[in-house]
Structures are given as C-alpha cells and as structure tokens.
C-alpha cells in the first residue's frame, strides 16, 4: 500500500516542476536553485551576485526558501528587487522546497519583468538534492570551512548540479583545507561540474561566477 502512495508524491511533485519549467520558458527566465549546508554563504552570495548583476541591468528576483523566519529575505529586500519568502513550516517543515511552494511563490512575481530568478533553497546538504523544482541549474556552494570530504560524504548534491561555488576563500591562511583538494573531490564526483572557488565577503572570484550567469541568461534567451 506504501509504495503507490511514494510514487504517486513523486508524480506530483514532478508534474509541478514541469509546469514551473514550461512557465520559466515561456517568460525566457533564468531560474537557478542554490543549494547548500547551512551557513556556507548562500545569502551572501546572492546578496553580492544580484548587486553586481543589476550594475549591469539584469533584472533579478528571488524566492528565499527557509523552515521558518524571514531573515534571509530582509536581508535582500534592500537591493530593491522582488523578494518572495517560501516557508515549509506550515507544509510539515520539509527540508527542502518543493516545485508545489515555487509555484506558489510565482504567483507573486511578474516573469515578464526579470532575466534571472534565484531560489535559495533551504540549508541542507542532502535532501534539496533529490527534487525538481523545474529550474534550469542547479547550484551548491560548499565553503572551505566544511573540509574537502564533504563531496566525497554527500556525492548525490554534486551530482545533480552544474556549478560549484567554493566560497569562504578569504579564510583559506586560517584553515587546514586545501582548496585544490576541494576541487579534485567535487570533480572525482562530478567530472562535468564548473567549479568557482570565491569569496562572498570580498568578492574575488565572482567575475567567473557572474560570466556563468550571464551566459545562462543569453542561452535561455535564445531558446
Ligand atoms: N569570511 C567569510 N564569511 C562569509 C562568506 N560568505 C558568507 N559568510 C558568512 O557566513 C555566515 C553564513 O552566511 P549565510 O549567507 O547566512 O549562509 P546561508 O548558506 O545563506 O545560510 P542558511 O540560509 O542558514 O542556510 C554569515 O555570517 C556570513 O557573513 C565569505 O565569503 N567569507
Ligand atoms: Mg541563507
């Protein structure tokens, strides 16, 4: 009786995330779902990345996914772009989000209006891993506090997803970890991964970061 019921879950959390893919095609919109273990800096990033990218007037949303709070969204309301909060609280408190909470959050949000729509998913190494959400890469930043193994540890995150973003490089002459190492595990998981080492605090490496963006924002453009 178990088995049915799983599938059927699945079923429709993909069916949402299709429907969340034809919409983000439809709108020629950009959709990238940073994931990572709490704290590695995704904020952080965002908050950087989007301050760059509207330097260079691309227009950028976000739909910030926590269990509960909405810290990480007055964190980015500042920047003066559309921010939607999508709490799992009130849905059980998953671990991650899911494509039925993305398109809630996109009922909120003109598409016409953006190049580029970032979702932070929820802190969490594994699960967020495992969903579709209909969006077009996948992203995790692991930050060099967290040691080379952690590819190794939780290979299924590195597999699903296209770029890694090794943050906290700033701290490298205070750590035992080996930043090339970082690099040779994630790759030994996932030979097709780009991987960016960089820093959200000071800003070294984001002018590859932001190439990788730019270059999703024309490819979807053109499709
Ligand atoms: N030194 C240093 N600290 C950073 C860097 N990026 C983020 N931090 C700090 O790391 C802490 C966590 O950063 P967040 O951006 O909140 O991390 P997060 O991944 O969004 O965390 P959750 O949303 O809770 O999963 C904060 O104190 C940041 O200021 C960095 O590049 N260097
Ligand atoms: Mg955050």
Known sequence: MEIPLVRDVLKESNARAEENRSEFKEHRVFVVNVMS???SGKTEILKRTISDLRKQNIRCAVIEGDITSTLDSERLTPLGIPVVQANTEPFGGDCHIGSHLVQGAL???????????????????????????????????????????????YPLMFRECH???????????????NLAEVGVNVNRINENIVFIPLSAKTGDGFD?????????IRTKETM
Request: net charge negative.
């Open 163 to 177: 770029a890694c973003l090794a943050n906290k490089t700033d701290l490298a002459p205070y750590l035992d970890v």
């Open 37 to 39: 273990s709490p704290g």
């Open 208 to 216: 590859a970061w932001i190439e990788w963006i730019l270059y999703g």
């Open 107 to 153: 009922k909120h949000l003109d598409l016409d209006s953006l190049d580029v729509l970032f979702i932070e998913n929820v802190g969490n190494l594994v699960c967020p891993a495992e969903f579709d959400l209909g969006e077009d890469k996948k992203v995790v930043v692991l930050s060099l506090p967290e040691g080379s193994d952690k590819p190794l540890k």
